[in-house]
């Protein structure tokens, strides 16, 4: 299969919704990372998506709408909470799970009787799915594992040969995955950390809850509310090793473990190791979120086997950044606050 590279042009959008409309898979961008998409509606289309990154058929994908009022084709039931929050941060990074109607299939929701919703605020994924005239079920456009695409250049490395056409619509801003939420208790719980943060939520919800698989590593024989907790995910094919610490102490600890043709993840330039070749990803959570997933196919492009990475700091969009980068380590976190 040719993979067509497209631009926005609305000539291309209505060639990709033709695809789309007929059973087809096409890449489109959003605000979060890239996305594979197809009619969440029709069982052979999303089998197609799941064909296409080797991905576990129990992972639910997204549900993606463009007007409010889709959701009550998606949803059974949607919390009045849900209806506040969608107010406030749609469109935009914001996952709702709510129970599902039955014309989604349980190919799409990964066998389960719920259902993530979201509204994204890319104007080329907005106006594809209104061209289309259904939602659109869309996971992220990478290869199973893989860390996710915030280009369309970086989608075609994964995808090329794979699906009939890539929707280029730039940089992705966010740069990480959408926050993920279920509700409980009359407030919510964040599953997944992304762009709309717990801060922001608490601003709506009276409750907010981060679930404890955010952080850590899920417990053996332990069952994750969130599917995707428990996959391998975002990986470099280097060993990253996430470091704990000030600039010194980073600098210390990699001086004295480093191999030559090991690498650094660091925030700046001035936090180089003399010696160590070294990749930056911003110093700001923004701008961490914004650089992270490229920064690491960029380790793979040159061969790192070996990467120390400074550990960001966990405020706001922060937590997204760090439970990626904790996960892209395999939680291989080395703690030096806690050693010294
Ligand atoms: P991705 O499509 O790669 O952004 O991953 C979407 C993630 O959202 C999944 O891996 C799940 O962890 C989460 N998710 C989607 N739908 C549900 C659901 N119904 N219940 C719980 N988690 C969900
Ligand atoms: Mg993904």
Same mark, same amino acid.
Request: aromatic residues 6%; hydrophobic residues 40%; proline residues 6%.
């Given at each position: ?8 042009? &609305?000539?291309?959008? +209505? ?16 605000? $979060? ?7 969440? *509606? ?26 409010? /009022? ?11 909470? =849900?209806?506040?929050?969608?107010? =406030? *941060? ?17 190919? $799409? ?20 799915? #209104?061209? +289309? ?20 250049? #970086?989608? *075609?490395?994964?995808?090329?040969? &794979? ?28 599953? #997944? ?21 955010? $952080?850590?590593?899920?417990?053996? /024989? ?5 599917? /995707? ?20 102490? *980073? ?58 990475? &400074? ?30």
């Amino acid at each position: 299969m040719l993979t067509k590279m497209l631009d926005c042009s &609305r000539g291309n959008l +209505c060639e990709a919704a033709e695809i789309i409309r007929s059973g087809g898979v096409v890449a489109v961008p959003t605000e $979060t990372v890239y996305g594979l998409a197809a009619n969440a *509606f029709d069982k052979n289309a999303v089998k197609k998506i799941f064909e296409a990154k080797g991905r576990p058929s129990d992972n639910p994908l997204i549900v993606h709408i463009a007007d409010y /009022g889709q959701i009550s084709e998606i949803a059974s039931e949607i919390p009045t909470l =849900a209806e506040k929050l969608a107010e =406030a *941060f749609w469109p935009g990074p914001l996952t709702m799970i709510m129970p599902k109607s039955k014309r989604i299939p349980y190919i $799409t929701s990964g066998g389960l009787d719920t259902v993530g919703i979201r509204m994204p605020s890319h104007f080329a994924a907005r106006e594809l799915i #209104r061209l +289309c005239g259904v939602p659109l079920a869309a996971p992220s456009a990478n290869l199973s594992g893989s860390p996710s695409p915030t280009s369309a250049k #970086r989608v *075609f490395e994964d995808m090329n040969g &794979r699906i009939p056409a890539i929707i280029d619509g730039g940089e992705s801003d966010v740069g990480v995955e959408s926050t993920v939420i279920s509700f409980e208790d009359g407030g919510v719980r964040i599953l #997944r950390p992304g762009g709309i943060t717990e801060e922001m939520l608490l601003t709506v919800s009276p409750k907010v809850t981060v679930d404890a698989g955010v $952080t850590a590593m899920l417990a053996e /024989g332990a069952v994750a509310r969130s599917p /995707g907790m428990k996959y391998k995910h975002y990986a470099p094919k280097a060993n990253v090793m996430l470091i704990k610490g000030s600039c010194e102490a *980073f600098k210390e600890y990699v001086q004295n473990n480093a191999a030559p043709g090991d690498y650094c993840l660091v925030f700046e330039d001035s936090e180089a190791v003399q010696g160590l070749k070294y990749l930056t990803y911003g110093s700001t959570p923004d701008e961490q979120a914004h650089r992270l997933f490229e920064a690491l196919r960029q380790l793979d492009e040159k061969g790192a086997k070996r990467v120390f990475a &400074r550990c960001p700091d966990v405020s706001g969009v922060g937590l997204a950044v760090y439970n990626r980068i904790l996960r892209a380590s395999g939680f291989c976190l080395i703690d030096l606050e806690v050693s010294e």
